[in-house]
């Protein structure tokens, strides 16, 4: 072992000498939170992958609701003669111009 008065830390800066109270008291002196303990390292793991798992699940939900709106609009997009999925200012022309044609009536009403 290492005496006291030598060692250093991790960044080379010297480390107080232990005191009258000896080497127990020298956990205080130490960086505890460099290397956490094995239970507090499975713990973050395990939190980890709880958030990953719940991040996929919410993932996996929202494709889903996207699939079941697409299912639910497919008419909608027949209609307007335009791609499933088709972008939002693309929607917006074609159900202008589709109501636009709807509104006019025919030359040879007037």
């Given at each position: 072992m290492v005496p006291p008065a030598s060692r250093k830390t991790s960044s080379g800066e010297q480390l107080p000498s232990y005191g009258p109270g000896?080497?127990?008291?020298?956990?205080?002196?130490?960086?505890?939170?460099?290397?956490?303990?094995?239970?507090?390292?499975?713990?973050?793991?395990?939190?980890?992958?709880?958030?990953?798992?719940?991040?996929?699940?919410?993932?996996?939900?929202?494709?889903?609701?996207?699939?079941?709106?697409?299912?639910?609009?497919?008419?909608?997009?027949?209609?307007?003669?335009?791609?499933?999925?088709?972008?939002?200012?693309?929607?917006?022309?074609?159900?202008?111009?589709?109501?636009?044609?709807?509104?006019?009536?025919?030359?040879?009403?007037?």
């Amino acid at each position: 072992m290492v005496p006291p008065a030598s060692r250093k830390t991790s960044s080379g800066e010297q480390l107080p000498s232990y005191g009258p109270g000896g080497f127990k008291h020298a956990a205080r002196w130490t960086n505890s939170r460099a290397r956490p303990c094995k239970r507090r390292r499975r713990a973050q793991e395990q939190k980890a992958k709880q958030r990953h798992k719940e991040y996929e699940k919410k993932r996996e939900a929202k494709a889903r609701d996207r699939q079941m709106y697409i299912l639910r609009h497919t008419r909608d997009y027949e209609a307007l003669e335009l791609p499933i999925g088709a972008a939002r200012a693309d929607v917006k022309a074609a159900y202008r111009k589709l109501a636009k044609a709807r509104r006019r009536p025919p030359l040879a009403w007037i």
